[in-house]
């Protein structure tokens, strides 16, 4: 069984920065990409960074020029760099892995106070 376990997330003030990260273990099938999602209450849950191998990134229009997606392939590892923040960045933040099936972490509380 797939496990995705993230970390990072907390409080800040707006204008600061977060780094979240991700780790994925157990998977028997090769991982095509990795991504982070988030939700508020009362909302989808919606992309707002991908990457897949080590460099082909894509980046939801709201994060774009604030946020920056990397990763390690070789660790199953990803990162999501969080600078500019605002208070409607407030969300659980999810990590979403690709391989065979969708496997997603728990996800790790980001709260931007203004």
């Known amino acids: 069984q797939v496990q995705v376990v993230e970390s990072g997330g907390g409080l800040v003030q707006a204008g600061g920065s977060l780094r979240l990260s991700c780790v994925a273990s157990g998977s028997r099938f090769k991982i095509n990409s990795m991504g982070w999602y988030r939700q508020t209450p009362g909302k989808q849950r919606e992309l707002v960074a991908s990457i897949a191998g080590d460099d082909i990134t894509d980046y939801a229009d709201f994060v774009k020029g604030r946020f920056t997606i990397s990763g390690d392939s070789s660790k199953n590892t990803v990162y999501l760099q969080m600078n500019s923040l605002k208070p409607e960045d407030t969300a659980v933040y999810y990590c979403?892995?690709?391989?065979?099936?969708?496997?997603w972490g728990q996800g790790t509380q980001v709260t931007v106070s203004s």
């Open positions: 979403r892995v690709r391989a065979i099936s969708n496997y």
